[in-house]
């Protein structure tokens, strides 16, 4: 196989797209930026594009991040948005694949997706070989995975990342959680009992950059930690960290009336288990809650 020289990220302008190009320098590798403005600063690129126009002619891999983030009010117009920039793009990229000749086509999509696709599976161990479950967002991922899975049909090795609660600095998900417990009004939600899959942002995009480089890796992929966390002890350790109580639980009920549909994704439980990943020799620098709760709170 070709080994990779360039890279197109879509979505690179987000969360976790954004520390990808200097990590793959390391690597040897190039990155072309693509975003929705086509221009940017972020350091690690040398061109860009934007969605309308890809070009993936000279990329041996397209890592796909983009998506309207879920963490609001679910109404008809955000739904359209959640599906247009998972499913749609989706679609697109795949699209901009198949206009290439054969042997100019990039090698591997490493396509994001989430761990939502499993839908609420209580105390249920989910490992990549487990069935998808029901629910708004289980539908939503299962279509975003199979737009990616047709690249498959054009000779490209697809991996669809099923990503958990990712835990970085100046991240949506871990600086809201800061803010709660810091104000000492922190506590576990609903019941408490549900399983957080989470994964530190070092972790992911180390994965990510492995998928990508991993001739053994296709399919569904679990990025998330080796150790879940119910719900609350993931509230007592990060408490512990922060010298700060978690007294004040919100119940279910409070979080449907407070958060509509959004409140499904953090009653849900998921226990997932990156099996394919570490089957295929990759190595979580920070495996456990208590290690990456040490790096990011400091």
Not at 141 to 155: D, F, K, N, T
Not at 161 to 190: M, Q, Y
């Amino acid at each position: 196989m070709q080994p990779i020289q360039r890279v197109a990220i879509v979505g690179v302008t987000g969360f976790v797209g954004r520390g990808l190009p200097v990590l793959l320098a390391d690597h040897g590798v190039v990155t072309t930026g693509i975003s929705r403005s086509g221009n940017g600063t972020l350091p690690g690129i040398d061109r860009w594009q934007t969605p309308d126009t890809l070009d993936l002619s000279g990329h041996q891999a397209v890592i796909n991040l983009a998506g309207e983030p879920i963490d609001q009010r679910w109404n008809r117009q955000s739904r359209r948005l959640f599906h247009e920039s998972r499913v749609g793009l989706t679609h697109r990229v795949v699209d901009a694949i198949a206009k290439l000749p054969t042997e100019v086509r990039p090698k591997v999509l490493v396509n994001a997706s989430a761990v939502g696709i499993y839908g609420d599976r209580g105390d249920e161990i989910l490992t990549e070989t487990a069935a998808s479950g029901y629910g708004y967002l289980a539908d939503l991922c299962r279509e975003w995975e199979q737009a990616a899975q047709v690249a498959e049909s054009l000779g490209v090795r697809v991996v669809r990342l099923r990503i958990g609660v990712v835990l970085g600095k100046n991240g949506p998900a871990f600086e809201k959680l800061l803010t709660v417990f810091k104000l000492g009004i922190g506590g576990r939600l609903g019941s408490g009992q549900q399983w957080v899959p989470w994964i530190h942002l070092a972790d992911l995009r180390a994965a990510i950059i492995h998928a990508a480089h991993s001739e053994n890796l296709s399919g569904p992929i679990n990025a998330s930690a080796p150790n879940p966390e119910r719900n609350c002890d993931l509230t007592r350790k990060l408490a512990t960290a922060l010298h700060r109580p978690a007294v004040l639980p919100a119940p279910a009920f409070a979080l449907k009336i407070a958060l509509g549909g959004f409140s499904s994704v953090l009653l849900a439980s998921q226990r997932t288990l990156p099996a394919a990943l570490e089957a295929d020799g990759f190595r979580f620098q920070f495996p456990t809650l208590e290690t990456a709760l040490a790096d990011l709170i400091a």
